[in-house]
């Protein structure tokens, strides 16, 4: 018998009873773990529908009120000869309107404009961001109806753009209008 033979550990098999119970507690930490997961999603869903809920009771951050108001389109306002473009939303265009190169929204523009002449109801208040390139007042606007984009989205005269949305206000006043 040779002690030059260089020692070579054996596997320790484990037994079908042993591999079930490890089976078991894994199962139950994943199930734990899942529905400790669950519980907080929907804690925080549900504080976020109250505060959202809470917030367009109140309207905040509409800091002016504006009069005079017609519409020249389904995301566009002219208010005392100021042209106002409806913040997060793109309507229709007018036949001739959509630049070449440009996917323009779908639908009919003369009923997206109906619908927001609709929408324009009592006072209109209005929060503004800024211009946009064509020297429109880039603006959330809510009457009693409401915020006149969240007003085009839920009757489906808009498509709503992320990327035109400020400070995601329009994803924050309406969630289940804006789908992005």
């Known amino acids: ?79 005392s ?25 779908p639908g009919d523009p003369y009923v997206s404009k109906a619908s927001l002449e609709r929408a324009m109801v009592g006072s209109l208040r209005i929060n503004r961001f800024g211009q946009d390139r064509y020297g429109r007042t880039l603006a959330a606007v809510s009457g009693d109806r409401g915020d006149l984009s969240c007003y085009q989205l839920e009757h489906s005269h808009a498509i709503y753009k992320s990327n035109w949305d400020n400070a995601r206000r329009i994803a924050r006043t309406c969630p289940s209008a804006a789908l992005f």
């Open 81 to 105: 000869g100021e042209r106002i473009r409806l913040l997060g939303i793109d309507a229709p265009e007018f036949p001739g309107h959509c630049r070449s190169g440009r996917v323009c929204a």
């Open 1 to 79: 018998m040779s002690f030059n033979r260089p020692f070579r550990a054996i596997p320790i098999q484990l037994g079908e009873h042993y591999r079930a119970k490890e089976r078991r507690k894994r199962l139950r930490f994943n199930l734990l773990y899942g529905l400790l997961l669950g519980a907080a999603a929907l804690i925080g869903g549900l504080i976020g529908i109250v505060s959202t809920a809470d917030q367009s009771g109140l309207r905040p951050g509409y800091d002016d009120v504006v009069s005079g108001c017609t519409v020249t389109d389904g995301d566009t306002i002219r208010c």
